[in-house]
């Protein structure tokens, strides 16, 4: 530029601008810095040729070496499913009520089941396993279908109202109200009854009566439930949608039925039998007893409330 000029006091050249009397000096840049510059230069030119770094319309560069990190994860889980894999066949070939037998075996399958657990079920059940409102609690010992490992193991493979699976556990509380079976005051008697199952309201006896009459067939007399059908004990303190007059007269009008998958559609029988070992350990489970046969899929029954 015309305005460039030596500055005496320094003798270096300026840049050829100046502001309000003040001018720059045009000092060279030190020659570490330009020859750190000049690396990075070189370091992204042999990056860009040889990784994936590009992005085209479709896809990116993939780079001389072909590398990639979703490779790399391929390569890591690949490696991961060989070192479990003698574990997962050892788990698959034992007999489940022998599972517990093998106590390594057994410590094995729970952890994989924990790791199972928090990938598929906390959503539902929580990250505790206790459940909430609509959702059952898998830590206690109140179980609908029974709580030993192949009962467990069933209820995973087949779900529970799981369309299209012959073998879901299945069971229908009539809408009483909604379908008119009950009138409004008979409801009020039956939930009054229910009440008094387990001490949390006085006694009526015409409530005794029509649950004697409509619920009884299904709950049991004394209400305790029966796992031949599925349906649920209603003289303790384990309650799916709430143990309040209101919610009880609720599910006996209206009832709400929940719906598990059927995992025997998405997960490979090893990782099944793991789930099943890591619910039975969470305090609940129960020794392998033969139990009643399951009711076929379109069987109706009359559950007021569901457990696990």
């Given at each position: 530029m015309g305005n460039k000029r030596i500055d005496e006091p320094t003798g270096i050249e300026t840049v050829g601008h100046e502001w309000d009397g003040i001018e720059e000096l045009n000092n060279p840049l030190p020659r570490w810095w330009l020859w750190t510059f000049y690396a990075t230069i070189i370091w992204a030119v042999g990056y860009v040729i040889l990784y994936p770094a590009l992005p085209l319309l479709e896809k990116g560069t993939e780079g001389v070496l072909g590398w990639t990190s979703r490779g790399q994860l391929a390569q890591e889980m690949s490696a991961e499913e060989a070192r479990r894999a003698p574990i997962m066949q050892a788990i698959a070939a034992t007999p489940l009520e022998l599972l517990p037998q093998n106590t390594d075996l057994m410590d094995q399958a729970v952890a994989g089941g924990a790791a199972a657990f928090r990938v598929h079920c906390v959503q539902c059940h929580g990250a505790n396993a206790a459940g909430s409102e609509g959702f059952p609690n898998l830590t206690d010992d109140?179980?609908?279908?029974?709580?030993?490992?192949?009962?467990?193991?069933?209820?995973?493979?087949?779900?529970?109202?799981?369309?299209?699976?012959?073998?879901?556990?299945?069971?229908?509380?009539?809408?009483?109200?909604?379908?008119?079976?009950?009138?409004?005051?008979?409801?009020?008697?039956?939930?009054?009854?229910?009440?008094?199952?387990?001490?949390?309201?006085?006694?009526?006896?015409?409530?005794?009566?029509?649950?004697?009459?409509?619920?009884?067939?299904?709950?049991?007399?004394?209400?305790?439930?029966?796992?031949?059908?599925?349906?649920?004990?209603?003289?303790?303190?384990?309650?799916?949608?709430?143990?309040?007059?209101?919610?009880?007269?609720?599910?006996?009008?209206?009832?709400?039925?929940?719906?598990?998958?059927?995992?025997?559609?998405?997960?490979?029988?090893?990782?099944?039998?793991?789930?099943?070992?890591?619910?039975?350990?969470?305090?609940?489970?129960?020794?392998?007893?033969?139990?009643?046969?399951?009711?076929?899929?379109?069987?109706?029954?009359?559950?007021?409330?569901?457990?696990?």
């Open positions: 109140e179980w609908l279908w029974g709580g030993d490992l192949p009962s467990i193991e069933h209820t995973l493979l087949h779900g529970i109202r799981h369309p299209g699976d012959a073998q879901t556990r299945t069971s229908m509380m009539p809408a009483f109200g909604r379908d008119g079976l009950l009138g409004a005051n008979e409801i009020s008697a039956v939930t009054a009854h229910v009440l008094s199952l387990t001490g949390k309201g006085a006694a009526n006896p015409a409530g005794a009566e029509l649950f004697a009459n409509n619920c009884a067939v299904c709950h049991g007399p004394d209400g305790g439930g029966l796992r031949a059908f599925g349906t649920p004990s209603l003289n303790d303190a384990v309650w799916l949608y709430g143990s309040s007059a209101d919610q009880i007269r609720a599910q006996i009008f209206a009832p709400r039925h929940g719906v598990m998958p059927a995992w025997g559609e998405r997960l490979d029988p090893a990782t099944i039998r793991m789930l099943a070992a890591y619910v039975h350990s969470l305090g609940g489970g129960e020794d392998f007893a033969v139990v009643a046969p399951v009711p076929a899929a379109d069987a109706v029954v009359a559950p007021v409330d569901e457990q696990n």
